[in-house]
């Protein structure tokens, strides 16, 4: 069962917060000398919204973890796919 439950862990979408995302890209620019290319993101808003977006998830995973501190731990009758 558990080998199943990796096979679905495999295929779920990769994911990448966009502010990690772009400090990469620009980190990756910069060894291969475009000086450039932070001004560039910048002018096209790519670093706001990275930014705003990477601050958006960062406050989901707060409350998520915040939620999960407040939840009272409860038996069920169903058994999660891979478990």
Same mark, same amino acid.
């Given at each position: 069962? #558990? ?6 862990? #495999?295929? %779920?979408?990769?994911? !990448?917060?966009? %502010? @990690?995302? +772009?400090?990469?890209?620009?980190? =990756? ?5 475009? *000086?450039?290319? +932070? /001004?560039? %993101?910048?002018? *096209?808003?790519?670093? /706001? =919204?990275? !930014?705003?977006?990477?601050?958006? /998830?960062? $406050?989901?995973?707060?409350? %998520? +973890? *915040? ?8 038996? #069920? $009758?169903?058994?999660? @796919?891979?478990?």
């Amino acid at each position: 069962m #558990s080998s199943h439950f990796v096979e679905l862990l #495999s295929a %779920a979408p990769e994911y !990448i917060n966009p %502010a @990690i995302l +772009l400090a990469a890209e620009a980190m =990756r620019a910069e060894q291969q000398g475009d *000086t450039e290319f +932070l /001004e560039r %993101a910048a002018r *096209t808003g790519a670093v /706001e =919204r990275a !930014i705003a977006e990477g601050f958006r /998830e960062g $406050k989901a995973v707060i409350g %998520a +973890l *915040t939620a999960m501190g407040h939840a009272i731990p409860q038996s #069920s $009758k169903e058994v999660p @796919i891979g478990f």
